[in-house]
């Protein structure tokens, strides 16, 4: 059964709701790599997004299921390079909302659950968001690596589903349906901050030394 989740930052500023939520609407899966963790340094959260072994819990959807209701202003992105993913996140206490890619044609965005009011009926999201598929760049995580739990299908098949989603996603529209890009233009709704070379070194830093 399909549920409508409330999106909410930290202090409540920006708000919004995910429309539509259920095991199907998505792909859920955690992140490993290098530059996930590198944006939860850069938000100053790394303890609250990452798990043990520096991995991001992400729920990759269609950006049409997401609307922000208050707050939009203080919506802010940021990229780790020129060619990196847009992410994004409520200026106002740095939560991370989610990744998107560089421009609409792809609708997707990964939506990181901190940004995610937990029901009470469900506040591990476990039935309304189904349990972690797959796990991707393993070879970046922290600590033990026999600590990670092992995948619910082979990892190239969760691509090829995700894959799947997003033609749909595509075909049927969402494109112009995304809070993240205007639908006229295409361009971002806010531009996003490139770090700098210090500031990249900086955060680079930090994932090296968690």
Same mark, same amino acid.
């Given at each position: 059964?399909?549920?409508?989740?409330?999106?909410?930052?930290?202090?409540?500023?920006?708000?919004?709701?995910?429309?539509?939520?259920?095991?199907?609407?998505?792909?859920?899966?955690?992140?490993?790599?290098k530059d996930c963790q590198a944006f939860a340094h850069?938000?100053?959260?790394?303890?609250?997004?990452? +798990?043990?072994?520096?991995?991001?819990?992400?729920?990759?959807?269609?950006?049409?299921?997401?609307?922000?209701?208050?707050?939009?202003?203080?919506?802010?992105?940021?990229?780790?390079?020129?060619?990196?993913?847009?992410?994004?996140?409520?200026?106002?206490? @740095?939560?991370?909302?989610?990744?998107?890619?560089?421009?609409?044609?792809?609708?997707?965005?990964?939506?990181?659950?901190?940004?995610?009011?937990?029901?009470?009926? +469900?506040?591990?999201?476990?039935?309304?968001?189904?349990?972690?598929?797959?796990?991707?760049? @393993?070879?970046?995580?922290?600590?033990?690596?026999?600590?990670?739990?092992?995948?619910?299908?082979?990892?190239?098949?969760?691509?090829?589903?995700?894959?799947?989603?997003?033609?749909?996603?595509?075909?049927?529209?969402?494109?112009?349906?995304?809070?993240?890009? +205007?639908?006229?233009?295409?361009?971002?709704?806010?531009?996003?901050?490139?770090?700098?070379?210090?500031?990249?070194?900086?955060?680079?830093?930090?994932?090296?030394?968690?």
């Amino acid at each position: 059964m399909a549920s409508t989740l409330r999106i909410r930052c930290s202090c409540g500023t920006l708000q919004g709701e995910a429309r539509d939520m259920s095991p199907g609407s998505g792909n859920h899966a955690a992140c490993y790599c290098k530059d996930c963790q590198a944006f939860a340094h850069f938000l100053g959260r790394a303890k609250e997004i990452l +798990d043990a072994n520096g991995g991001t819990e992400i729920f990759q959807m269609s950006p049409a299921r997401l609307r922000f209701t208050a707050g939009a202003d203080r919506l802010a992105c940021m990229r780790l390079t020129g060619r990196g993913l847009r992410r994004w996140y409520a200026a106002c206490c @740095r939560t991370p909302i989610g990744n998107t890619m560089t421009g609409p044609g792809l609708p997707f965005v990964g939506l990181i659950p901190l940004c995610i009011e937990r029901p009470a009926a +469900d506040p591990d999201l476990q039935r309304t968001l189904g349990p972690i598929l797959a796990r991707s760049a @393993r070879g970046s995580a922290k600590g033990d690596p026999s600590q990670i739990p092992a995948d619910r299908i082979p990892f190239a098949l969760d691509v090829l589903h995700l894959l799947r989603l997003m033609l749909w996603w595509k075909l049927r529209g969402d494109a112009r349906r995304s809070p993240f890009f +205007d639908p006229r233009t295409g361009r971002p709704t806010v531009e996003a901050h490139v770090l700098g070379e210090s500031e990249l070194g900086a955060v680079r830093a930090a994932v090296a030394q968690a």
